[in-house]
Each structure stands twice: as structure tokens, then as C-alpha cells.
């Protein structure tokens, strides 16, 4: 028994026998004598969706999760029913129905592998208290299993032996192992025997996930009301798992504008503009590179949303273009609590359409948040929506505001035991109207939801830039998010190089912490120690409350400005590559960050590891999560890596010490691989570039590197107006050779490449591009070669005479 009612323990109830089936096109029915039917749909060829019923018909079929973008379509789809059991093959997958209690088993089609089965399977429990069922599925924990995903659990990345709640929770200054916190993604991914498989279980009352911890042999999930209704994604690797996950919940609508990768600074708060000011020439003056600058909730008019403090911002517009002209995007806070003042034109159009929410008999849900007694918009009516987005209007088309960050969305509620709204306030979840209960965890993705398309309409041409704190299942679609408001510690910094790997696992890639922590104050070594794990996090930004003294770069000593400007200097480099990776991410949902065990899951050794990851396609980081350290004990994932810093080359597939000193974090770059960087740049946009370096690191073998490219902003790429390069780099004995395979519409603004080659064994004798001999005084060897080419060349040889 895994949890009951308290008020009426009707105990467990289990579908009995399948006395028939059906088929419509490409889902099944299947119907029990005690009204329980399930559904399957052959999604794809590996993936099913599984969906339960215990009173002869279903809900409407509704999800906030699925994008309908998601591709479905599937090769091959038999049905055989047998003496006990049902049998459907797909060309991916086996699954059987046993007749007899319906439990499910999958198995890989082509070796006949089990990867999953039901244990105790489909069952549920009567709700006295608010009617319908507390939905229930137990499996089978197989030897050696191993969990992943869930979000933003803050914990070992590997999920086995623990329990866990997903409720979207407002947890100020959270610590390692509190459950839940911010975020609801009900997803996880099993591994073993070498085989991965994922389940999303897509209902948004309050749900539970239990991997192997009241019973050693068994994993279970369950519902305070809903269907039991979850997706069955198979493998066998987990990076196709975590991108078939992603397919179906949706990729980010459109890259973000590259601005948005750069370095953001944040506090609680900058003001008077004087202040704001201050911070954003120190940024120059130092040259420290730095893109976005934000304002927390003080810019406004007791905390009106959609308002401005005028004492201390007297002209808004003025003051966001002259940020503009400096190299900043100015980005906002707006929070979902609309105080409770006649005067005020956006509570009074909320309250004369009706928009806010009510309780369950007609009163509005009134509950205190910053700026006093609010009523809340409800993000799950459709009209409330556009509502919200059209009050965008001014605040970006007219002042110029570029990003709008959400937050207090999970809705938080001050001075209220529970931190939220009460269960019975209702709301229309876009026309299928209930309770909060299940609309709780969606709540924060609807308003992000909204206030994305107020961007999106008015930034257009350009692309949106929006945050979130709260979070369901399909938000990556619409916005980024952070972490919420951690701790400056060092559990915290191991906590939040966790969290990052976790949500890229989760489907959800643009993330961040608080970097430098959000409550209390790091010391600058453990502040340094996190910009350098923060170089590496697709959202960068550092923020903190405030009242704990000052986190800017500058704020500590000056060997912290100087090993905290060299990192983020690294990060702007690395721009080309991270863009890449994100358009890779948003092409075919490959997760950006790659925890060791997503990197190389055959390999046991990753499956318990947290530390390192692989940023890209081809760099292992691995932060330093310790104080007064010269290094630290790492495991090198197999292959041969070059130390970035040295040039050196490792063989893998053990664990090694690396040096690496305050001034440095272990950094490795993949053999083989060509990193594309860019000049340091000030802002995204402050130079014109007219070559990017290619850091080409020699592989006796081949490996393919990419290199995205378009305008950085705007939507043209859309339509063809992009450049994809892919290298394919082969080395030889005395040979290297890249190959470069070009595609898209894009004329890009960089016409050469200086190619700058690391741990080549041979010297440079000959170089031939394109069939043509090329002048070995092209050719610059200060202790590395390098050559600049023009960038649309399709073959290049170095040959040359083999280094004793
Ligand atoms: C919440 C947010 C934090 C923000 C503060 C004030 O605590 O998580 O980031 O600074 O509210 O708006």
C-alpha cells in the first residue's frame, strides 16, 4: 500500500479480467468486467501511451504538456491475442497484456530484452474527499536499475532509493534533499542491462514517484486524482529517451536571441537608475562582458506589475536605451499578484472581465504576496492569457524592456501554512474547469506561457526572452528558468552543478542557478569556484537577495575580478559552440548538458557519478565543489581528452586527480573535436567578426563537429537563412584532414577561420586546400600551428613528417 486517504481507507483496487478488445487506427482498448478499459496508442514505434480508466469512459483529452508539434507516425503496429495474454509489436517494441490483472510488459523487439514491467501494475484508490481516484502504477525495479530526471530535485543525480512529491512549491532558501521545490516534471529515465527506457506520467495533481524506497524490488508513481495516463519511451540509449521526451513536451519554440547566452548580472535590487547606472559602467570599465542587467521587484509602484517607481526611474524609456547603447538589455520582474487598488488600471480591467480567480463558492482567491493583498490572474483561461500578454505592450514596444522574468508563479502566498492557494479554488483550464488541486502545478507555466507570447508579439521581429521559477512538464517551449533561491555554500554549489544536468535530462536545457547563491554571502573563493561551473549552464546569470552585502564581480578582492572576467571571457568565446548546441537542442531536443552516465552509459563507472559532465557535444567540466583546493579527484569518461589548459593529452575511463588551482577548473576538450570561438567580445554585438577560431584538436580516427550560425536574433533562420558547417576531421600517422560539408541560405558575417591545431604528432610539411598547394608561410608556429583559411573551403591536408 503506498498511500491512502486519511478519511476513508477503501484500500486497493485492481482491474480483474480483459474480456474483449478493439482497435481504432493506432490505439487499443482494452476492457476489464470491472469497467476498467485501458488505452494504448502507438505514439511511435517506441513510444506508448498508456491510459487508464476505472468508470467505462474517459475525461476529455487535454494536456498543457504535449506540443502539437510532436511527431508521431509509426512503421509497423500487429495485435495478437493469445490464451492469457495480449501481444502488440511495433518495430521497436513488444508489449504484453496479460489478461488476467492487465499488467503491462515491454520488451526490445529485435534481442528480446525485458526493459520494464508492471508489478503489481494499474490500481487505485477511491477518494472519499474530493471523489475520483488516487491513480496508482507499480513496476518491477530490475537489478541494478538505475533513475534519472524529475526536474529540479535537489539530491544525487541518481534518483534510486528515494521518494519523491512533485507539488510546485515557493522554498526559499531550500537545502540539499528538500522535496518538493520548484518545478513538476514527471519524467524519469530507467537504465539497465545496458538498455534505457523513460516514462512521463502526465497528470498535474500532486504526484508521487518512488524509485526502489519502501520496496527494494519496485518503482511506483501515483496521483491525488486524474488518470493514471503516462508515455512509454524506449531507447535503448538514454540520450534518445531524453529526446524523444522532448519531441512530445516540445522543444523551445525558437533559439533565444544570443544576447541571451552572454553573461546577466542580478540583485534584489538595483535601484535608483543612478544605482543601475553604476553597476553597468563598472562592467565596462573593468571589462567585464556582460549582456543583460535586471530589475527585481523595487522598479515598480508598490509592486504594482506593469508600473514604475517614478522617484527612482523617472523616465524608464530614456534610461533602457541608454543601457541599450552601452551593451544591455534591460530585463524586468513580473509576478503573478495583482494588488487589490481601485486606481489601478490592471486590476480594474482584471476585475471587470472577470479574470482573477475565484473559490469554490464565487469569492475571489485573495492572498498577500509583495505588494499586499492580491487577486490573482487565472493563466488557465485562454482570454486571461491574452490578456496578459497584450499588457506587454508598453513595457516593450514602447519602453524597450528586452526580457521579462516571471517569478512568486507556483502562485506563492504569504503568511499561509500551505505557501499557496487553498484546494478549492477553481479555475478553467482552458475550458475543462477544476478545482486547484489540479491545476496547481500548471498554474507558473501558464503565466510563463502568456507573458511569452506578450514578447513574442511585442519584440517581433526580434526573438523573446522570457524566465520562469515555477514549472510543468512542456514549459522549455516557452521560457528559461532558474533555480530559485538557494544558499551561498558549497553544498549549494554542488547542489545547483546538479539541478543544471538534471533539468537538461529533464527536457528542460535553458537553466541556471543563482550564482554566487541567493541567501546569505559567498566568499569570493566560493563565488569564483561557481562562475566557473556557471560558464558552463546555458542561463548565466549571478543574483542574489541583497541584504547580505554586494555580488558583483568586483565585490570581493581583486584576484576574484581577475579570474571571474577571464572565466566569463571564456564563455564568450565559447559562444558559437553553445549556440550550436542550442540549435541542436532546439532542432532534435539533444540535451546540452550531458551528465557521464547520458555521455556514455555502458560505462557502470557513470552511472553513480554527479560531478562531471559534458558540455556540447565535446567538453568535460568538472566544477570544484570544495574550499582551499589545488585540484580534485575526477572521472575521465573513455576516450582521449585533452586538458584545456595544458594541451596534455588523458586516457579515460578512470578516475585521476587534476590540478587545478583557484585560478583554474578542470576543463578537457574531446580528442578530434573542432571548437568554434569567437573574439572576446564586451556584449554580444560589440565587434564585428570577421573570423572565428577553430581550436582543432588532433584524433588519430575521425570525429564530426558542427558549427550553427545565423543572424543571432530575428527569425529569418526559420526560413533557410542559417549555416550549418560540419567538420569531419580525420587524422592520420602525418596526415590530418578536414572535410567541411556546408548548408543554408545564411551569408555569415566571419570569412575566415584560423584554424589553430593541438597535439598534431607530425610537423607541417605540406598544406593543400582544395586540391591547391598552399604556401607553408601561411603558416604561424609559435609552439602551435595555426593557418587562417577562408571559411568556405571544402577539403583541407596537413601532411607532413612524423615527431620522433
Ligand atoms: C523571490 C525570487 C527572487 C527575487 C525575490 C524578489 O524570492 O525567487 O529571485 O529576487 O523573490 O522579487
Redesign the pocket.
Known sequence: MITNTELENKGNLFPTKILNFKKDVDTLYFYTDNDVILQLKVVRDSVLRFRYTTVGNFDNDFSYAITKYASTGYNKLEIKGEEDKYIITTSKLRCEILKQGMRVSMYDVKDNTLINEDEIGFHWEESYEYGGNIVKMSKVSQDGESYYGLGDKPNHLNLKGKRYTNWVTDS?AYGKDTDPIYKDIPFYTGLHNNKAYGIFFDNTFQSFFDFAHERRNVTSFWAQGGEMNYYFFYGPKMTDVVESYTDLTGKPHQLPPMWALGFHQCK??YYPEAKVKEITSTFRKLKIPCDAIYL??DYMDGFRCFTWDKEHFPDPKRMVKELEDDGFKTVV?I?PGIKIDKDYWVFKEGLENDYFCKRADGAHMKGKV?PGECYFPDFTKPEVRDWWSGLFKELIEDIGVKGVWN??NEPAVMEVPNKTFPDDVRHDYDGNPCSHRKAHNVYGMQMARATYHGLKKFRYPKRPFVIT?AAYSGTQRYTSTWT??NIASWEHLWIANIQAQRMAMSGFGFAGS?IGG?AEQPQGELFTRWIQLGIFHPFFRV?S?GDHGDQEPWAFDEDVTDIVRKFIEIRYQLLPYLYTAFWNYVDHGTPMLKSLVLYDQEDVHTHYRTDEFVFGEHILACPVLEPNAKGRRMYVPKGQWFNYWTDEVVKGGKEMWVDADIDSMPIFVKEGAIIPKYPIQQYVGEKEINEITLDVYYKKGKEDSELYSDANDGYDYTKGRYSLRNFRLTGRKNELIINQFKEGKYVTEYQDFRLIIHGLPFTIEEIEIDNQTISLERLSNDGIYSLVVDKNFSELHLKGNELN
Request: glycine share 6%.
Open positions: 526559499y534584489w535590487s527585481d521587484i520582474i509576478d509583495w517569478d512568486m521559477r530559485g533561491d543563482d541567493f543574483h537577495s
